[in-house]
């Protein structure tokens, strides 16, 4: 961001900052996309049947449900020396890319109960890693500024790194791995994911971070979550979401059984990337003039409409399947991209309304929620397929049964999920950025909290 606009925008953060979050931003999706799209690949063609791959990926996300909050109360609770956020970002950026290694190294020829418990292991120590590094990533952006357009703004251009950081690897790794291999293609890719996630924790400054003698106990951090009326809302609509949509899952299979090949896995996920990243790109522009949480609702309401269109237009005319993919990957991708928005609001709701900091453990829900629902895309999408007779190992040719379920999963059975948490978040979810900037004045002891109530939107409760 160019000076002018930061001094014009008020910043307390410095150019480091932002473009170490920016970097931080693609390099921690390269390593998410690398596992989130293609290991239920890489373990099938490894031998692993869909259905062990399934029931895999439900027990890491059983794992997370553990392991998440867990996490969160630490951080809440721990103030290092160095920061309460940095040390972990820290620790978790080598961790994240060796075991990402580890678990794409794993060899075909073993017997298949090794491979599949070598895999497992792996996976949950990943995920682990995984834990360490997001909960401080969504928190830091609290502690860096005290300003709601800031923080907006920072995590809104670290999305569109986001965005490139996937493009990048959708564009590159379907052509790489066929070529030189899982582990060597995963490992460069690492190796990439890593190199960006080195800085923030090096540079980042925690200006507002709470003295240690305020943070909340235990049982106060569990009550001030749970009774985060609007997080339990954001958390309930992205839930529901989740339990329709299946497309990340099933793209790789849908792209080589239907389309034909790897080849058009890269083209698919490249175009709607593409027009994804158009969208996000604008996306702080939009969300400085719009509130944010109606561009959310048309996110959604886009979503549904597109799949429903999709299922109707087919793929036999492919430049029409291609464009309908794209518009409906772009509206997917604000409620998934910039959920963080919202989450870091709840947060500052709930320390308004309680006056405690719980950043990191609110934070941990939301990253539960995440988990919990690639647990339920993932698990359920591969037990499905596994159950309906899908054949595993690479080149294995699919049955027309299997082929017509991969197309209900990618195309129609979004939209219910989109249109059922559109209408949660209408009816349930108050805040708005005028009030959320009110209540950060409040908490930073600028407003008093009546004067901050006085100018809260119709209906909000706190």
């Known amino acids: 961001m160019a000076t002018s606009e930061a001094a014009r925008l008020g910043y307390e953060s410095t150019r480091a900052e932002r473009w170490s979050f920016c970097a931080y931003s693609f390099g921690q999706i390269v390593i998410y996309t690398i596992v989130s799209t293609y ?33 969160g109360v630490i951080v809440n609770r721990m103030n290092l020396g160095a920061g309460k956020y940095r040390p972990w970002l820290n620790t978790s950026a080598p961790l994240i890319a060796l075991f990402t290694i580890g678990i794409f190294i794993v060899p075909s020829s073993l017997d298949v109960v090794a491979k599949t418990a070598l895999v497992a292991v792996m996976y949950l120590l990943w995920d682990l890693s995984y834990t360490m590094c997001d909960i401080p990533y969504f928190s830091i952006t609290t502690v860096m500024t005290g300003d709601v357009a800031e923080r907006n703004a920072i995590i809104s251009r670290g999305r569109i790194f986001t965005g490139l950081g996937a493009v990048f690897v959708v564009g590159l790794f379907p052509k790489l791995y066929p070529k030189i291999g899982w582990p060597m293609a995963v490992g460069i890719m690492a190796l990439v994911g890593f190199a960006g996630m080195f800085f923030l924790g090096r540079v980042s400054v925690e200006r507002h971070r709470p003295p240690a003698d305020e943070s909340p106990s235990l049982g106060e951090l569990l009550r001030i979550v749970v009774g985060n009326r609007y997080l339990m809302v954001l958390c309930a609509a992205a839930v529901i979401t989740s339990v329709c949509n299946f497309v990340t899952v099933v793209l790789p299979y849908f792209a080589i059984h239907v389309l034909g090949g790897e080849q058009m896995l890269s083209l698919v996920q490249l175009t709607s990337l593409g027009t994804m990243l158009v969208f996000i790109v604008f996306a702080p522009t939009l969300i400085r003039k719009v509130d944010k ?54 947060a500052e709701y709930a320390r308004f309304v309680s006056g405690e900091d719980a950043t990191a453990a609110t934070v941990s829900i939301q990253t539960v929620t995440n988990k919990i629902n690639g647990a339920l895309a993932s698990g359920f999408a591969m037990l499905i397929l596994g159950f309906a007779g899908f054949i595993e190992g690479e080149g294995a040719v699919q049955s027309p049964e299997v082929l017509r379920l991969i197309w209900h999963l990618m195309s129609w059975l979004p939209a219910p999920g989109a249109i059922l948490a559109a209408a949660l978040l209408w009816f349930k979810y108050r805040l708005r950025d005028s009030d959320i900037q009110l209540m950060s004045l409040a908490n930073q002891g600028q407003l008093t909290p009546d004067e901050a109530r006085s100018g809260f939107s119709p209906g909000v409760r706190a």
């Open 293 to 346: 949480f109606y561009v959310l609702l048309g996110s959604l309401v886009v979503w549904a409409l597109m799949s429903l269109v999709m299922y109707l237009v087919g793929y036999d005319d492919l430049v029409l399947f291609l464009v309908v993919a794209s518009i409906r990957t772009a509206a997917a991708g604000f409620p998934g991209t910039f959920l963080v928005l919202f989450i870091v609001d709840c």
């Open 39 to 71: 290991v239920q690949l890489y373990m099938t063609d490894i031998g692993i049947t869909a259905a062990a791959t399934g029931v895999i990926l439900l027990v890491a996300r059983i794992w997370d449900g553990v392991n998440d909050p867990i996490f």
